[in-house]
């Protein structure tokens, strides 16, 4: 049993250090938000036909304007709201929001993303 588990977080340490680094990067998505929960956004871009889900985290609190000059709270994004959402799968492989930021047209991009 001793010798299971030891390979088995050994295969998962290797995984991890093998790990593209691409997949590590942030990344941006833009869409229309579909559904907003406490530790869920799911947003979808018609230009693509994609969706994606985002993991948010307790007390997040990094939602701004498209210029990154105004602050919102997760309140103001409601379904249909044209978003764009910066998000990285550095937590054990699961997407998760860094950063929100709500826009006001699909044609809109984000200017700066705001530092950490």
């Known amino acids: 049993m001793f010798n299971v588990r030891t390979a088995i977080v050994a295969l998962g340490v290797a995984t991890i250090a093998l790990a593209p680094q691409a997949a590590l990067a942030a990344s941006t998505f833009y869409g229309i938000v579909q559904h907003v929960s406490v530790n869920n956004i799911k947003v979808y871009d018609p230009k693509t036909h994609n969706g994606l889900s985002f993991l948010i985290f307790p007390k997040f609190d990094r939602v701004f304007s498209g210029d990154g000059k105004t602050t919102y709270e997760m309140k103001d994004i409601k379904p249909g ?15 998760h929001a860094d950063q929100i930021f709500i826009l006001t047209n699909a044609n809109q991009r984000i200017t700066e993303p705001v530092g950490h």
């Open 81 to 95: 709201k044209y978003v764009g959402v910066i998000y990285d799968q550095k937590a054990l492989g699961a997407r």
